[in-house]
């Protein structure tokens, strides 16, 4: 291991390659001059010796993959269909692959971006799941790394990285106010998964609605979710057990709505009969489900292809020190026929 109190010199970075100093500079200058094996080598000693020869990472990209690394925490959800989509339409024009990275499929998630990085199989990350470490990913983006960063979706607050985001709170808050709007006071809310931001927003939304409106939560209708179909459905067996009901719901996203709408079927709850339910994200099953569902339309291929120009940009630009930017869009309430008036 080198002396790690001593600038690290490139005679280091070659005995921890277990290569010639020349090596190392031709994989510096030439890298495609090179196997990938010695690449990677080289990659992984510059990292672990801290090795700040002012272009040594990037020199390491200097003939660049031209691909983007899209990062997202479940490739099963729909949700992420028509933002991918539009990253690679975008990435496409300008001249870029897109490489997806699946985070639900094991852990170290953070570990595994630094492969696909380090190996250089990507130039830059477009991160889509908020609930990586911010250090890790701090170790990507800052010196002698630099890699341009962009996150989108889910936010990671305060760790001063590009994003670009939608208005989750605020979306969440109009959402709640159309239930109130339509005369409804006994409201309640589907949650989502505990930990993730994006549910931590929209369910402040929906609390400053109600405060808003002087409307007081009932804790006992807050209704644990998991943002999933099978989730909403098991929701709609705990909301039967419930001695007062409300009148209206609010889902944290439309899959659960949905799973939701159709447990309570089973239990002879019709929407909007008896229960008003508005949901988050405006899928494609939205529009087609009975009743069509309520819900706050994400712009989702504006978010996907501004995610992408963003990321695009800044590799092309060259600029890894510039001050983080923050992108946000507006969503839309699109009303269907999952809510109505309160009628009692």
């Known amino acids: 291991m080198p002396d790690m109190r001593k600038t690290p010199t490139i005679q280091d970075v070659a005995r921890f390659a277990n290569v010639s100093t020349a090596t190392v500079s031709r994989t510096l200058s030439s890298p495609e001059r090179v196997s990938l094996g010695t ?3 080289v990659s992984e000693a510059i990292r672990v010796t801290g090795y700040t020869l002012n272009q040594a990472a990037r020199s390491l990209r200097q003939r660049a993959a031209k691909t983007i690394l899209v990062a997202l925490p479940d ?3 729909g949700f992420f269909s028509s933002i991918l989509d539009a990253i690679e339409r975008e990435a496409t024009n300008r001249g870029y692959s897109v490489l997806v990275a699946n985070l639900y499929l094991g852990h170290e998630s953070a570990r595994r971006l630094e492969g696909y990085l380090f190996s250089n199989r990507a130039d830059g990350l477009l991160l889509l799941d908020g609930s990586l470490d911010p250090k890790a990913l701090r170790v990507l983006t800052t010196a002698p790394h630099s890699f341009p960063m962009v996150v989108a979706c889910e936010d990671i607050p305060h760790a001063g990285f590009h994003r670009v985001l939608t208005d989750n709170l ?7 106010r159309h239930l109130i ?7 309640g809310h589907l949650l989502g998964p505990e930990h993730n931001v994006v549910a931590r927003e929209r369910h402040a939304g929906f609390l400053a609605a109600l405060k808003q409106a002087s409307i007081a939560p009932n804790p006992q209708w807050m209704i644990r979710g998991n943002f999933e179909m099978q989730g909403g459905f098991a929701a709609a067996s705990r909301f039967m057990t419930l001695e007062q009901r409300p009148t209206a719901v609010f889902a944290a996203n439309d899959e659960s709505a949905i799973g939701f709408l159709s447990g309570l079927r089973q239990h002879g709850i019709e929407c909007p009969r008896d229960l008003s339910i508005i949901g988050f994200d405006d899928l494609e099953v939205a529009a087609h489900y009975r009743p069509a569902l309520t819900t706050m339309r994400q712009p989702r291929e504006t978010l996907g292809r501004l995610a992408a120009e963003t990321l695009i940009d800044l590799l092309e630009d060259g600029e890894t020190s510039r001050s983080p930017m923050q992108i946000v869009l507006n969503s839309e309430l699109i009303v269907r026929g999952s809510t109505a008036p309160l009628t009692s």
Request: aromatic share 0%.
């Open 181 to 187: 709007e339509l005369g409804h006071k006994r409201i």
């Open 39 to 41: 690449r990677d080598r």
């Open 75 to 77: 490739i099963r959800n």
């Open 170 to 176: 605020v979306a969440a808050e109009r959402a709640t």
